[in-house]
């Protein structure tokens, strides 16, 4: 099935559809330049444009990115980017993208290179190394403080750095999943969550890969304003004109599950990410949901524990910070 999206905000279209539903741009010519108009984001000044530019042509297999797919991966300073072209390259499968691949997998930087592995593994149907057991656990760990959470702000797709607070929450959790080894980081693109999963991957070792899945919640126009005067005015955050339909955000998240917990693993999986995505995913994922005397507040710099068995997946941590004594290497019962 093809899939069609805004090439200004990046929106999922119906085809045929003349203007986009959200940020109102004209469609008309997408047709058969829409793939160039892709290529040509890839050199977008936002990253979070960046990175979606290089996900939807890997989508797309679009075989006319190749070229440029490849120029992003030995120009650019940004390693997420370019471990966002080498799953791209992958994906389309040109011999001239796999052969680039291949090098990454052997001897790229860090980042690049555990894309790039990632990325082999699944095309010959492997998601991890051979002989693991299933994936049991995954943390959902929200990024720390940033000056619009100090103020109660919406944040949303604006990218906004951690405060000194934000700083600090984001080292604590470092020390505290320094004892974890872990099968993979992944990461919101947006910089208050690379920020928080910076000390976590020098502290365990593992690489951060970058998944626009997990991205914040796109609230449009709204963010930066108050989340009080949004509710006040329009009773919920669904209801305000130009935010991310509550069916398409789920639906993003839930695709994006689907890839980073297929197949098995050996080791725990972490997801840096927004308050948004983990109450969504806790709603969503959680066989018969969090209960509610557990669906608790989720504060900046909190972590949960998801684990799986039989299939069904339980929430055994929700919102632990590093001071109130839970531990993600240790076994412990239900925390929140």
């Known amino acids: ?22 940020c109102g741009a004209d469609l008309s010519a997408l047709g058969g330049d829409f793939e160039q108009r892709l ?55 040109d011999p001239a993208g796999l052969a680039v691949v291949d090098r990454i997998a052997r001897d790229g930087p860090a980042v690049p290179r555990a894309a790039a592995r990632a990325a082999l593994r699944r095309r010959r149907g492997v998601a991890t190394e051979p002989g693991e057991p299933p994936l ?8 720390g403080r940033t000056a619009l959470n100090a103020t109660g702000m919406l944040r949303g797709r604006v990218d906004v750095p951690l405060d000194e607070v934000g700083q600090q929450q984001a080292a604590r959790l470092g020390a505290l999943f320094a004892p974890v080894e872990l099968a993979a980081l992944v990461c919101s693109p947006l910089r208050r969550a690379r920020q928080t999963a910076a000390p976590i991957a020098a502290s365990t070792g593992a690489a951060v890969e970058v998944d626009p899945a997990f991205t914040d919640r796109d609230v449009g126009a709204w963010s930066g304003t108050a989340t009080a005067e949004v509710i006040r005015r329009f009773g919920a955050l669904d209801e305000a004109a130009g935010v991310e339909r509550r069916e398409d955000f789920e639906r993003r998240l839930l695709a994006g599950w689907r890839h980073v917990t297929a197949g098995p693993a050996r080791k725990p999986l972490a997801i840096v990410t927004h308050d948004a995505v983990i109450g969504c995913l806790l709603e969503t994922i959680v066989s018969g949901g969090v209960p509610p005397e557990r669906a608790v507040r989720l ?35 239900e925390h929140t």
């Open 136 to 143: 049991k656990t995954v943390f959902l760990i929200r990024h």
């Open 299 to 333: 504060p900046t710099g909190c972590w949960s524990r998801l684990e799986r068995r039989d299939g069904r997946w339980s929430a055994a941590v929700v919102g632990a910070v590093p001071d109130d004594g839970a531990r993600p290497d240790q076994p412990h019962p």
């Open 39 to 93: 290529i040509k984001a890839l050199r977008h000044p936002l990253p979070d444009r960046q990175l979606l530019a290089a996900q939807i042509l890997g989508a797309r297999r679009a075989h006319q990115a190749v070229p440029r797919l490849m120029e992003v991966i030995q120009e650019s300073n940004d390693p997420y980017l370019a471990a966002e072209a080498v799953t791209a390259l992958a994906r389309i499968g």
């Open 1 to 22: 099935m093809s899939h069609w999206y805004c090439p200004d905000c990046f929106a999922e279209v119906a085809p045929a559809a003349a203007q986009c539903p959200r």
